[in-house]
């Protein structure tokens, strides 16, 4: 139950997605881009997002896109994770996407609402980070395609007014060797305590990491470390000297248990991933 | 009709599994204002200011309600506020209630209510709120209005302390030659029932109260609305449909009160509250938190000669049930088994922390994680088996309690052929660790479990049998259906002393407290036992009057009279006999005469020769049976990554007869999973300010579906002479050895010792890091 | 306040409601269908569970006015299926409440992957909290239904 009234508007098309957030807000009202809705919902009923004009973009076509087109991966920002893991394309995805939240629950939280989100994991964002994916913007002067490494910084750095409408891939990137792994606090479901997806790019060795820190990153220094020659042990530590600060200290595990976790889980990845190396 | 052991399906079952079960909160609320509550954002502080003027604009508000002019409540100290007074004792503690049309208005106007406080220091656990200048919680302790029987200590944050005194400590260390010693701790948690508590009152212009509330005690509401507020007994009528799942959380008394100064504000007009899961959480009460020493001193040969218990349970800002848990520790303190010298103090202890409701098993499960798992540490100083150290003293008849009641074949289960059966089921004999490779351990642990139940020494249970013109019988019991499948059992009781078809008994499974008798409380597994008596006094209550009125048509002595298969027949000559369908509702002769009238039943039980305990020894006799049982657990440890699973889940009890074994098993499982989730996971979290980081199920996670291990069940039968066929209580069992016997496979893997809850992985991290161990040394 | 025909059960009602309302809320409040529980209104529990197209979705995740132009289908909308048989003869609930939730994401587990395997229960049924049973009743339950157990290979409502 939300305490709080807002008007609905489902445009169908990005051009009025845009043009009907500027309106709104010229007739000062605080408008929000609505996908799933799951986070306004929850953090709506606590007061931790206000806005009394809710543009659902779920009728835009680009942002339920889902194609290979140009040797690209099309994914739109609208899609359910769920519908997403089904389809498969995108194995890496699918896995890292099916560790967010429950299966129901992600049936209605989308690829662009897990990314954009206030959440601290945003774990769908990890495949994007590690295949160097471009983000596909909808603002003021149309569409704008960027590398999600330029807009994503601990969260996507939108314009007021923005919204993210598909992320692009390079499909080469769809079969390279993976693997993801989330770690909780206790069992199978919970948040993650932390939550690492790392791709084999020919000898180039791929990080990025949910759950360590209040964001989720692509670990670009601790990969400079993995990539050094010595034995796996000694690069990996180098690895934890570069993880990025603060790291989380809170209700699902310390910060030094934190690290402790992800060191188990970078020997285990890697050894995987590296096969009989030392 | 050889009822008893059969899976009947609960009366209740298409109810539940189309949605047209009724549940308090699905009642329409369209004559009905709703309140909200404002809680309190600190754990201790003092109230300097309530500003509600702008509340009170908003359109639909209809009152803001705050603390100053409402009694104290509490069911044995009255210390607690129905709205926190002065200052606040714990976080998510009532300030101030509003009352408007729409639940959004209430919310909206409860928003824009400003209370200023000023925070005082915390007191964080019962360790800390027992040292010489911890803060006091309740600095009028001494003035507080409270029963006989609860010893509350002012100037200290001891609400109550139940002391035993079994026979001579010195001796008993003297007879000791191998001594242990632990110390145990946990932070309160959850019942985290599915429904969330929500109650609705309206009083009329008569002065008639109505209560509507998801409550396993609507019978103590209506004595409590009396006590605290002076209500006439008989003009308050409590109301409780099915209940989503209560697990002792909803035998406290407390939203109600909140519905009833919401309904006096507003006219007597019906106000609803349903909880929000975060208040239901933080603002109605929780499960009790302990920090506890247990030291056990034992013959080299493993004769427990002497136990030393101090229990601190953490009873939080108030003291409410959390009194009467820390009495039952006390009651049952040694765990299950034979031991001559005993010492107690289990104390009831104020702390800043939410207060405490009964959790299912009342205390035991808590106590027996400490007890248990030093039985473990005084198996492995003995080099001792873990399961012949506990058949070796094994509680027997003949054995005597720590209040000293003498045990006899009846009012005690067989604790050591449950062990005798377990140690098959777990082939124990295999050994307790099985090093799979790969870093990977599978490990048992072990735990006994006993219980009495410790409820008031005269608590009763009454039933109404009437009949339908077809014969069918309606069965009206206090008993809550709160999911135990109680009121099924109920009607099993009546079809079998009937020897009737079970179709034909209708069960009501709402409880109204004016045409319902009454069930003390559901609780303390206590249903089958009481209303099961007071089912088969009823029957023969019915079967005396269909004597009486066919022994007249019939011509014969009522004593030859026997009733069933839907008749009353002669004894000796069954071909002469009346449909009970042709008396059920009086007699008609051929011609025109009618003798007799619809048949109405009633039979009650009360429980008999319980005592209070000695305020010095605690000797006395609590309650009249103790279950016991015997459970294991098996896990998979990753000596690497320090965490497991768990496999497999085991439990030997004597729950006496077993009345429906599916619905008994479930019980048992369904505790069992409780208890793994209570010893594996759930706890609050608090921060430095005490308050409870993680009040949302999201956060504070029960277990989940795969989560689940594969649960073994085994049910050893002592029969309880003085119970309906047998049957002794099971609800609750289940539970009680779980978070023991998982501490105790947990510590054997992981090689520390594992005293905390919730068993995380995080913790054994702790406790390899203090002990020393790198992690690189893994 | 919009006025809006949802399809509910098969049948189109039309009511009025606000569009910060939940679907939970609207069904409850609005169309009498209390069989959806609130249990969190965080959708953590699954309690409020229902199908939107065949698919299972929290009621107090979405909007009412999301639902529009969707086939909604409540507990209520389940009669006599052969689900609702299994949870009964499995001993599949106690108190009842995450109950509905539980065979409305069942129901679309069973449309979807009508031989789930375990890890695809899990996956489905994790998204609900049963908080009485120890949860094997219900994936006894479960099971039960896979087509490859069943005699009938009798169809469940496609909403789909």
Redesign the interface.
Known sequence: MLPYDFDYYLPKTVEEGVRLFQQLEREGKIPVYYSGGTEIITLGRLNLVETNAVIDIKAIGECKEFTIKDQQLIVGSALSLTAVEEKNVFPLLSKAASGVADHTARNKITVGGNICGQIFYREAVLPFLLTDSHVVIAGKNGLRQTPIHQLFKRNLKLQKGEFLVQLHTDRRFLRMPYVCVKRRQQWDTGYPLITVAVLKKEDETRIAISGLCPFPFRAFEMEKSIQQVGPLGDRIQEALRHVPQPVLDDVEGSSGYRVFVLEQMLQDLLRELEGNHP | MGLIGK?V??K????????????T??Y??TDSLHAKIVVSPYAHAVIKSIHIAKAKEVFGVRAVITGEHFPLTGEEIRDRPVLAKNKVRHHGEAVALVVADT??QA??AA?LIEVEYEQLPVVHSPTEALKPNAPLVHEQLGSYKKEDRVYPEPGTNVANRTKIRKGSMERGWNLSEVVVEERFSFSPSDH?????RCSTAEIHPDGNVYIMTSSQAPFMVKRLIHDYFGVDIGKIVVETP??????GGKASIQLELLAFIASIAVGGRKVRI?N??EQDMLTSPCHIGLDATVKLGSTRDGKIQAAELLFLFDGGAYSDKGADLNRAAAVDCTGPYDIDHVWCDSLCVYTNHPYAAPFRGFSHSELLFTVERTMDVLADKLGMDRLQLRYINAIRPGDTTPTQVKLNKSNVGNLPECIVRLKKMIDWDMGMIQDLGNDKLRVKGVSCIWKTSTIESDAGSGVTLSFNPDGSINLISGVIE????TKTILAQILAERLKMDIRMVHVQMKVNTQSTPEHWKTVASRGTFMAGRAVLAAAEDLIEQLKSIASCVLRVQAADLEVGYGKVFLRDEPETHLDIKDVAYGYVYPNGNGIGGQIIGRGHYNLRRLTYLDKETGAGKPGPEWSVGAQAVEIEYDK??LTY?IVRAFSAVDIGTVLNE??A???V??A???GLAFG??ETF?FDEWGRV??P????Y????????P??HVEFVVTPQLDAAYGARGAGEHGLMGMPAALGNALSLAAGVKLNEL?L???QI??MKQKEGHS?ASL | MISARLTVNDEEREIAFWPSDTLLFVLRERLGLTGAKPGCLNGDCGACTVNVNGTAMKSCLMLAVEGMNQTIRTIEGLKDSPIQHAFIEHFAFQCGYCTPGFIMNINSLLKKHPNADDSTIKEFLSSNICRCTGYQEIEKAVKSLLKINREDKAGLPNDE
Do not use: C
Request: charge should be positive.
């Open positions: 899976s399906f609960r209740e079952a298409w109810e539940k599994v189309t949605g047209t079960a009724r549940y909160a699905d329409p609320a639940p959004q919310k909206r928003e985290a029932a599915m429904e969330t099915l209940v989503g799942g209560a697990y349903l929000i899961r709160i999911g135990t499948g690497k990554h699973r599916k619905a098993r479930g019980q499982m369904g069992m999973s409780m594996g996971r979290v980081l993680n949302q199920l999201r956060t996670r029960p277990l989940r579906y795969g989560e689940h594969e649960y919730p995380i992985p995080e991290w702790k992690h």
